[in-house]
């Protein structure tokens, strides 16, 4: 990110200019015509019930696999209105601002507040924060190893950051104590959280002492 003071215009993602109603027709679109759907919680909550009917275990990879697709796809569309909003390539934005942006497309997204630790960014990992998220809200979630690893939401957040950083990335949780209010997951290259996941997530959450010590 450029550090150099450069002027910024209202945010892209505030609500009152991102959004656009069409009340004759009922339908939702972005200030660049692009289509916004609502996504009820009983539709998400049924797909992982009907999911966990028909394929058992296989449905934690089914919703990780479909969280990525949709985290990537989400990536895209927020690097696109980005650019094209400030008239910039991301890479001069500042990184507080940056910063700033992705809390706003996620809210008006309805999908939360994220928060990222940086801390052990020279190990490979970035640890994400999730508040009141509207992703999966720990609804979709019936047991602890689903937490852990194939969740929807462990699978949007790997595909968002694959998408902002052009790597093939993993993601899963790393604490669920306060869900659904809040849930913590770490981020990083595939072998990295599969060796994480055999190490530490087999007996428990990953506690802040352990975190550092990765």
């Known amino acids: 990110m450029n550090e150099s003071a ?3 215009p209202t945010n892209c993602f505030s609500p009152k200019g991102y959004v656009k109603s069409h009340p004759a027709s009922g339908l939702l679109a972005t200030r660049y015509g692009d289509r916004l759907i609502a996504v ?3 539709l998400l909550r049924s797909i992982a019930k009907t999911l966990r009917v ?3 275990e296989a449905s934690y990879l089914a919703l990780y ?3 990525d697709n949709w985290g990537k796809n989400f990536g895209n569309r927020m690097i696109q209105d980005t650019i ?3 008239r ?3 890479l001069e934005t500042l990184a507080n601002e940056f910063l700033v ?3 706003a497309a996620w809210a008006v997204h309805g999908l939360g507040k994220p928060s990222i630790d940086f801390s052990l960014a020279e190990r490979g990992l970035l640890v994400v924060t999730i508040v009141n998220s509207g992703i999966d809200n720990g609804k979709t979630i019936d047991d602890i190893f689903s937490y852990r690893s194939f969740s929807l939401e462990a699978g949007f957040l790997a595909g968002w950051f694959s998408t902002l950083t052009g790597n093939k990335l993993r993601a899963c949780a790393s604490n669920w104590l306060n869900a659904p209010a809040s849930m913590q997951f770490v981020v990083g290259s595939i072998s990295h959280i599969e060796s994480i996941e055999r190490s530490h997530l087999q007996v428990g959450m990953l506690t802040p002492e352990i975190l ?3």
């Open 6 to 8: 450069i002027p910024i």
């Open 40 to 42: 009820p919680e009983v």
């Open 54 to 56: 028909e394929t058992g």
């Open 65 to 67: 696999t479909f969280g």
């Open 84 to 86: 094209k909003y400030y």
């Open 88 to 90: 910039q390539p991301i």
């Open 101 to 103: 942006n992705i809390q």
């Open 212 to 214: 550092n010590s990765l």
